[in-house]
């Protein structure tokens, strides 16, 4: 099932809704009533979820041409949790880019948070913070959402804490990121964060996520690998994390990019206004912002 968090046709107002195949479905249709995303990741029922996923709505619902699609969780309660240097050749390019501002122990991961007020969706803009950096990089990334509060998480029981799945564009500006000891400033600009289009709820998609996952710049192939190849898994990260603090429900967690972002090609080739970046995972979808 994909969820979604949209404004419809003639409305202001966000909603919370389901995406089927070319349709949008308000979540109200199925007797399923919450104000946002995150108050239905906390307090949804099995069975409220069941209806949403197999019930019948009460009309034909919304084409997507007519639906503004949002990120379907356009203000996290907690900053997102970031994993860096999370794929082999990603670490390698990182760290020829700069080598003692990209290097780390493959034994432990490499964790940071990101700022964010507020989650673009798809088909909205990104600033280019022209006054603020020359080095604007993207990193497409799987994103997992916890549908529970997680605490001393055992590692084979991971996946039970999962509610879904999406997609981050973890942007940054590269020369602010690597002039401070800690990355949390050069990811944390407002609208930094572009998230969407859907949540796909874990029980689509096989555990652990083998997902096809590609960026482009313009049209042009930037990134493509596999979930798979991440070096720390979503198991890992979860139970290690937990250990020592709560992980409350609705934690956004972005599990590394791989390589192709920007710094790491022969001649890095940075973003700049009016570039178009598009955002694929196979199976979520596709996530596309342009830079303004």
């Known amino acids: 099932m994909k969820l ?4 419809l046709p003639h409305s202001a107002k966000e909603t919370v809704a389901v995406l089927r195949e070319d349709r949008v479905y308000p979540a109200s249709e199925f007797n399923v009533y919450y104000e946002t995303m995150n108050d239905l990741i906390i307090g949804h029922t099995k069975g ?6 197999n019930g019948t709505p009460y009309s034909d619902g919304y084409p ?32 020829g880019y700069s080598k003692n501002d990209f290097t780390a122990e493959k034994a432990w991961p490499v964790y940071f948070s990101k700022r964010v007020s507020y989650a673009p969706g798809t088909g909205e803009t990104i600033p280019a913070y022209e006054e603020l950096t020359q080095t604007l990089d993207y990193e497409v990334e799987l994103a997992v959402i916890l549908g529970k509060d997680a605490l001393n998480v055992k590692y084979e029981d991971a996946e039970d804490y999962i509610f879904g799945y999406t997609i981050v564009n973890d942007m940054t500006a590269r020369e602010v990121q690597t002039r401070h000891k800690q990355w949390y400033f050069g990811k944390s600009f407002d609208k930094f964060c572009p998230m969407g289009p859907a949540i796909v709820t874990k029980d689509e998609v096989p555990f652990p996520p083998a997902l096809p996952i590609s960026s482009y710049v313009n049209g042009t192939l930037r990134q493509n690998a596999n979930t798979d190849m991440m070096i720390h898994s979503i198991s890992r990260v979860i139970s290690e994390l937990s250990e020592g603090m709560t992980l409350k429900a609705g934690t956004i967690i972005a599990t590394g990019t791989p390589k192709g972002v920007a710094m790491g090609l022969e001649h890095p080739a940075f973003l700049k206004s009016g570039d178009k970046v598009t955002c694929v995972i196979e199976g979520i979808g596709t996530l596309e912002n342009t830079i303004e």
Do not use: M, W
């Not at 979604?4 to 404004?7: D, L, N, V």
């Open 4 to 7: 979604c968090t949209c404004i």
């Open 48 to 53: 409220e979820l069941e209806r949403l996923e």
């Open 64 to 95: 997507v041409s007519e639906v503004k699609f949002l990120a379907p969780i356009p203000r996290p309660l907690q900053d997102v949790l970031c994993l860096g240097l999370n794929y082999t050749d990603h670490a390698k390019e990182a760290a």
